[in-house]
């Protein structure tokens, strides 16, 4: 029986469900709407989309374990500074790691614990809040942390394989990583019921405020905390300074911090260091098993107060958008035809009428910004222009990152997002492609704006030479329009028009490859691009002349490429839309 197009309950004997407890036949249901049976209607075309997605997958699973493992190799044979730089790595990584699924788990918590239709639904049925929030807890968990996992653990293999690890180091990391990623899942969960609970009077954009200017503040002390490690690094001309600088760092920032300890356990792994490995192993899972109980206590206890506040409190955004909103959209975008202008100020309309889609873009302006003001101290510690070259080139590679990882979150899901009132434009005396062409101006614009603002910035903070801030406006210039046709083509060829959460739609399968595809594009532009720029290094290095030729030729390949990446999609998810049934 199908309710409300939601999930599929399958009609068992009610001594069958007697039999078995709630939660568990409702995490049984749940996996099998992910996962249908075989006798179920199209289980052909899902056995293939299923197998293709699966290829796809290892492809970049291997892909990625070879670029690891070559670089781990090559670390491992440079005695002076290898080992140190690798642990530092992981360090900082896994650092990483845990303040995305911090962000991601609120994030997609609020969507997923308060504003899911299928949680309403689940309210009118004799199950507990408790099992509800267990259900839709292990699901936020899922849907915030499988990309970590996906580019997680090629990495842990390749540097298990480079340093010759032993056979136990392999289940160890799969193990500690599903350990590691409850511990940031059940604080942001905690975090976001008690929010709603007790600042239920507050309006839903006052809540995000708040949680956004609490990761700001903890963000800005853990900067102030790692500050006295960067001055560490004096004015240098030579090399082997950094080099021993590399070599003082220590293994991990904090051992405090759970990051820290899965670096101690991977490390004390791979040298035999039994006893450490059990101790930071006792503590990673001691720590995970107290937020864990911690956040079943705090559902136990909140969850459903705060869920029924939540919607007696309801509130899409409580701003006028009346004449204020014609004005400014008018004003934004009046250089479009009167039937673009619609679309577009329908699509900003629904975008900031809905806090959790906005409250995501304002935690990643927050990071960016974070980002750049720690730039700010790089050119005085570093002069050497082998360094500074490096500094400036991982600039660009990770301005492409983010406008790849952004693109998937906000550009894919456009086309999913029309929902099941698709037809409704489909109907209308509008060419679907005008459709199409809205959402990709809209979004190119955002994002071309947004990337250039961003490396410019950043550029004149690390007091770039001018070639280098020309590859950076070049290569930026050219992806914001590649990877904004590749989420926007894709999300046409695989759209989910069930789901109204963007983040789940953005987790699909076509996401999954979306996200994959776009990072391999950025790989790619940042390898051609990163040629000449080698070759410049160079000949500054010997003293030798340089020559433009090398530049004009990776240009004109990464242009070559970037408009088969441009091309392809926007022609293939023009098709898929107009051979949709309506």
Same mark, same amino acid.
């Given at each position: 029986?199908?309710?409300? &197009?939601?999930?599929?309950?399958?009609?068992?004997?009610?001594?069958?469900?007697?039999?078995?407890?709630?939660?568990?036949?409702?995490?049984?249901?749940? @996996?099998?709407? +992910?996962?249908?049976?075989?006798?179920?209607?199209?289980?052909?075309?899902?056995?293939?989309?299923?197998?293709?997605?699966? %290829?796809?997958?290892? #492809?970049?699973?291997?892909?990625?374990?070879?670029?690891?493992?070559?670089?781990?190799?090559?670390?491992?044979?440079?005695?002076?500074?290898?080992?140190?730089?690798?642990?530092?790595?992981?360090?900082?990584?896994?650092?990483?790691?845990?303040?995305?699924?911090?962000?991601?788990?609120?994030?997609?918590?609020?969507?997923?614990?308060?504003?899911?239709?299928?949680?309403?639904?689940?309210?009118?049925?004799?199950?507990?809040?408790?099992?509800?929030?267990?259900?839709?807890?292990?699901?936020?968990?899922?849907?915030?942390? @499988? #990309?970590? /996992?996906?580019?997680?653990?090629?990495?842990?293999?390749?540097?298990? #394989?480079?340093?010759?690890?032993?056979?136990?180091?392999?289940?160890?990391?799969?193990?500690? /990583?599903?350990?590691?990623?409850?511990?940031?899942?059940?604080?942001?969960?905690?975090?976001?019921?008690?929010?709603?609970?007790?600042?239920?009077?507050?309006?839903?954009?006052?809540?995000?405020?708040?949680?956004?200017?609490?990761?700001?503040?903890?963000?800005?002390?853990?900067?102030?905390?790692?500050?006295?490690?960067?001055?560490?690094?004096?004015?240098?001309?030579?090399?082997?300074?950094?080099?021993?600088?590399?070599?003082?760092?220590?293994?991990?920032? =904090?051992?405090?911090?759970?990051?820290?300890?899965?670096?101690?356990?991977?490390?004390?792994?791979?040298?035999?260091?039994?006893?450490?490995?059990?101790?930071?192993?006792?503590?990673?899972?001691?720590?995970?098993?107290?937020?864990?109980?911690?956040?079943?206590?705090?559902?136990?206890?909140?969850?459903?107060?705060?869920?029924?506040?939540?919607?007696?409190?309801?509130?899409?955004?409580?701003?006028?958008?009346?004449?204020?909103?014609?004005?400014?959209?008018?004003?934004? @975008?009046?250089?479009?035809?009167?039937? +673009?202008?619609?679309?577009?100020?329908?699509?900003?309309?629904?975008?900031?009428?809905?806090?959790?889609?906005?409250?995501?873009?304002?935690? /990643?302006?927050?990071?960016?910004?974070?980002?750049? *003001?720690?730039?700010?101290?790089?050119?005085?510690?570093?002069?050497?222009?082998?360094?500074?070259?490096?500094?400036?080139?991982?600039?660009?590679?990770?301005?492409?990152?983010?406008?790849?990882?952004?693109?998937?979150?906000?550009? +894919?899901?456009?086309?999913?997002?029309?929902?099941?009132?698709? @037809?409704?434009?489909? =109907?209308?005396?509008?060419?679907?492609?005008?459709?199409?062409?809205?959402?990709?101006?809209?979004?190119?614009?955002?994002?071309?704006?947004?990337?250039?603002?961003?490396?410019?910035?950043?550029?004149?903070? /690390?007091? *770039?030479?001018?070639?280098?801030?020309?590859? !950076?406006?070049?290569?930026?210039?050219?992806?914001?329009?590649?990877?904004?046709?590749?989420?926007?083509?894709? &999300?046409?060829?695989?759209?989910?028009?069930?789901?109204?959460?963007?983040?789940?739609?953005?987790?699909?399968? !076509? &996401?999954?490859?979306?996200?994959?595809? =776009?990072?391999?594009?950025?790989?790619?532009?940042?390898?051609?691009? %990163?040629?000449?720029?080698?070759?410049?290094?160079?000949?500054?290095?010997?003293?030798?002349?340089?020559?433009?030729?090398?530049?004009?030729?990776?240009?004109?390949?990464?242009?070559?490429?970037?408009?088969?990446?441009?091309?392809?999609?926007?022609?293939?998810?023009?098709?898929?839309?107009?051979?949709?049934?309506?």
């Amino acid at each position: 029986m199908r309710i409300s &197009g939601l999930c599929t309950f399958p009609e068992h004997p009610r001594k069958n469900i007697a039999m078995r407890s709630k939660l568990s036949h409702l995490m049984g249901t749940k @996996w099998r709407t +992910y996962f249908p049976t075989r006798s179920e209607h199209g289980k052909w075309e899902r056995e293939i989309k299923g197998l293709f997605y699966g %290829a796809f997958l290892l #492809a970049f699973m291997l892909g990625a374990f070879a670029f690891f493992y070559r670089a781990f190799s090559y670390l491992s044979y440079q005695p002076q500074i290898g080992a140190a730089l690798m642990n530092r790595i992981l360090s900082i990584g896994f650092l990483t790691f845990f303040s995305m699924l911090l962000i991601s788990n609120v994030i997609t918590a609020i969507s997923t614990l308060y504003r899911s239709p299928e949680v309403t639904y689940l309210f009118t049925t004799p199950t507990s809040a408790t099992d509800i929030f267990t259900l839709k807890s292990i699901e936020n968990l899922f849907f915030s942390s @499988w #990309a970590i /996992l996906i580019l997680g653990s090629p990495i842990m293999i390749a540097y298990g #394989a480079a340093l010759h690890a032993p056979f136990f180091f392999y289940p160890l990391v799969v193990a500690c /990583l599903l350990i590691f990623i409850v511990i940031p899942a059940s604080l942001s969960i905690s975090a976001t019921v008690i929010f709603s609970r007790f600042l239920a009077s507050l309006k839903l954009r006052h809540i995000l405020f708040s949680i956004a200017a609490l990761f700001a503040i903890l963000l800005t002390l853990f900067l102030v905390y790692i500050q006295p490690q960067v001055v560490m690094l004096e004015e240098t001309e030579d090399i082997s300074e950094v080099n021993r600088f590399l070599a003082s760092l220590p293994v991990s920032s =904090s051992y405090l911090s759970p990051s820290s300890w899965l670096t101690n356990i991977f490390n004390n792994a791979i040298h035999l260091h039994i006893e450490e490995v059990v101790f930071y192993s006792l503590v990673l899972i001691s720590t995970a098993l107290m937020c864990f109980l911690i956040a079943y206590m705090i559902g136990e206890r909140f969850y459903y107060a705060s869920w029924a506040e939540s919607q007696t409190a309801k509130e899409l955004l409580a701003v006028d958008f009346s004449r204020r909103r014609r004005i400014t959209h008018n004003r934004i @975008w009046h250089f479009f035809p009167q039937t +673009y202008q619609t679309l577009l100020e329908k699509d900003s309309m629904v975008f900031f009428r809905d806090p959790v889609q906005w409250s995501q873009l304002l935690m /990643l302006v927050v990071l960016l910004i974070f980002y750049v *003001v720690t730039l700010r101290n790089i050119p005085s510690k570093v002069t050497h222009v082998f360094w500074k070259t490096m500094v400036s080139f991982f600039n660009f590679g990770f301005t492409g990152y983010v406008l790849a990882t952004v693109s998937v979150r906000f550009v +894919y899901p456009a086309i999913s997002l029309e929902g099941r009132n698709f @037809w409704v434009i489909g =109907s209308a005396p509008i060419r679907l492609s005008t459709l199409f062409w809205a959402k990709f101006w809209q979004t190119f614009i955002i994002f071309f704006s947004a990337a250039q603002a961003l490396v410019v910035i950043s550029n004149y903070m /690390l007091s *770039v030479d001018p070639i280098i801030y020309y590859v !950076g406006f070049f290569g930026t210039s050219v992806m914001s329009v590649s990877l904004t046709s590749i989420s926007l083509g894709m &999300g046409a060829i695989f759209p989910y028009f069930k789901e109204r959460n963007p983040s789940k739609i953005a987790s699909s399968a !076509g &996401g999954l490859v979306t996200v994959l595809i =776009s990072l391999i594009y950025v790989a790619i532009v940042v390898i051609i691009m %990163a040629q000449p720029i080698h070759y410049y290094f160079r000949c500054i290095f010997y003293g030798n002349p340089y020559s433009s030729r090398y530049l004009f030729i990776a240009g004109a390949i990464v242009m070559l490429i970037s408009l088969l990446a441009t091309f392809i999609p926007i022609y293939f998810g023009k098709k898929s839309l107009e051979s949709q049934d309506f």
